[in-house]
């Protein structure tokens, strides 16, 4: 039996992306599912910049660190912050602020040029942690997602292989803008 917050989610993923249907099936973007999808990106967009703008300046002013505001495209469910912590070494924090669901989620990234592999880890130093959460919660209203539902598959959505919660709402795959 699934809990109360496992409920809320599979039925947030389900106003968004259409049960039974691959993205590369040709009627995929005609479907009430993908419209309702790209609607709220549109409104996302326009009423939440500001507050992005807000955190991505108070976190490098916090941080003392370079941070980057990617915005999304029209297949990704998040924004996302970049946080460069090391830029020769390909190591940055990504925070994935999604426009479904009032949650972010945040890991570390380290880049591999020699095997083009990107690394991540979950677990932050707690002091840069803390001044995330602070300030997204302040800013945005938003909380953590709990993490032991991030690769939980979704049942009935085939939109990919594998379709699970982080794909749903934060990214289909880890990404440093600049590796």
Known sequence: MKDLFEHFLITSAYH???????ESDLYFDETIERKNFLKLLEKWTYFENDKLNRLAINLRNLLGLEVL???SDRNFPSFMLEIILNKKSYNTINIYISFFIPFYHIVELKGSLEKRKIYSNVKLNDKIEGIINKEINEILNYNAFPLQYLEETIPDLTINEEFNFRKAFFTDCYRISFF
């Open 16 to 22: 968004y992306y259409p049960k039974n249907i691959n």
């Open 69 to 71: 505001l990617n915005e």
